[in-house]
């Protein structure tokens, strides 16, 4: 008893785990058990990269090999599969993923309801399910059976925040900080998102621009916060960071944020296309300069002008085709905006301009004149 209470003690802190896994290190391969394969595969699942998860699973799937009874391989086994559902980094079947992570943390739970790990994992893909009354009612059994644990205090917060109980939530994240000095970044990313659902946006923006090294994801939940604050030229250069890192990505890439209520998530959404993220995927630009003719207006009386004008303009796309070292935007597309009113005005300065006819056309430059 005297040692479980201090084993959780020091988990929660993070330093019982590290001497593990350091000891697991130094053993030979051949003499590993699977305790130890355990313990490798968790140092490789908290690097977070796509190669790193997949070397994790093959740990967890040794320790298992060994030791079909260890939930705490079924349980790591659990956990990858979440990364990959929530990464991407599988074979792109979210709903598989997540269908395997379900079924190696009931997996887990069977093997040792006691165990808050178990509780805490299971809440963990719950709430990914959108199974939110099921995941809360995890969440809450691995509080009370580990009331200590800093990481499952955070991740509380997180599901809390889902399903509207934001100052809870903000309490508990506020509580894990306090139990674990040099906490990880996503503890103050699930602070940041815990004042945004309170309103508290000012706060989230505060909060969110202490992340030291934002993930991608973030750009987007940063922009939802400067809408919400009225200042959409700033959303709108987070959208441009996200791109950067996601080329061609659009709304129907983006991952849902599971809250409860959906409303919630469809007004996230909003904030998202108020700061500039596409609907549809723009074509991607050319590795050249790339330039639209706009049809010329025609400022006389004389309506017989207006073939003259519009052979101008189709000289000019002529001419301009003929120039190997230039990407000429085609007669079709740039007819389409004949006698309206265009702004293709960067959004943000030093970006490539978008204009945007029935499909969108990205160029970096522009030509339009008056006759």
Do not use: C
Not at 23 to 34: C, G, M, Q, Y
Not at 324 to 335: D, E, M, P, T, Y
């Amino acid at each position: 008893m005297r040692w479980s209470i201090i084993a959780n003690l020091l988990g929660g802190l993070g330093i019982l785990t590290r001497a593990e896994r350091q000891r697991a290190l130094d053993k030979p391969p051949e003499s590993r058990d699977a305790y130890d394969y355990v313990q490798l595969g968790r140092e490789e699942m908290h690097k977070y990269s796509k190669e790193a998860t997949v070397e994790a699973m093959q740990l967890a799937k040794k320790a298992v090999a060994l030791d079909s009874a260890y939930g705490d391989a079924h349980r790591l086994l659990s956990w990858v599969h979440y990364w990959e559902a929530q990464m991407g980094w599988g074979s792109g079947d979210r709903d598989r993923s997540l269908e395997l992570a379900y079924q190696y943390a009931r997996k887990a739970w069977e093997l040792d309801p006691s165990d808050y790990r178990s509780h805490w994992g299971l809440g963990s893909v719950y709430l990914k399910l959108g199974q939110h009354d099921q995941a809360m009612a995890a969440y809450e059994r691995a509080r009370e059976l580990n009331p200590n644990h800093a990481d499952v205090l955070a991740d509380t917060a997180y599901a809390l925040t889902l399903v509207g109980r934001a100052e809870e939530a903000i309490a508990s994240v506020k509580q894990a900080m306090q139990r674990k000095s040099n906490w990880p970044q996503w503890w103050t990313w699930t602070l940041g998102m815990a004042y945004w659902e309170a309103e508290q946006y000012q706060d989230a923006l505060t909060t969110l621009k202490g992340i030291a090294e934002p993930v991608p994801r973030g750009y987007l939940f940063m922009a939802s916060v400067y809408v919400r604050l009225g200042r959409v030229e700033e959303a709108r250069a987070e959208v441009v960071k996200y791109l950067e890192a996601y080329p061609g990505r659009t709304m129907k890439d983006i991952r849902k944020f599971p809250f409860k209520d959906p409303a919630k998530t469809e007004r996230y959404l909003d904030d998202l296309r108020k700061a500039g993220l596409p609907d549809e995927s723009r074509l991607a630009l050319p590795d050249k300069p790339s330039i639209a003719v706009l049809p010329f207006t025609n400022m006389s009386d004389d309506p017989k002008q207006e073939y003259f004008v519009d052979g101008i303009t189709n000289d000019l796309i002529t001419d301009l085709s003929k120039l190997s070292g230039l990407f000429v935007i085609a007669r079709n597309s740039v007819f389409t905006y004949k006698g309206k009113s265009v702004n293709v005005r960067p959004s943000i300065p030093g970006k490539p301009v978008h204009f945007q006819p029935k499909s969108d056309i990205s160029i970096t430059h522009w030509l339009h004149t008056t006759y």
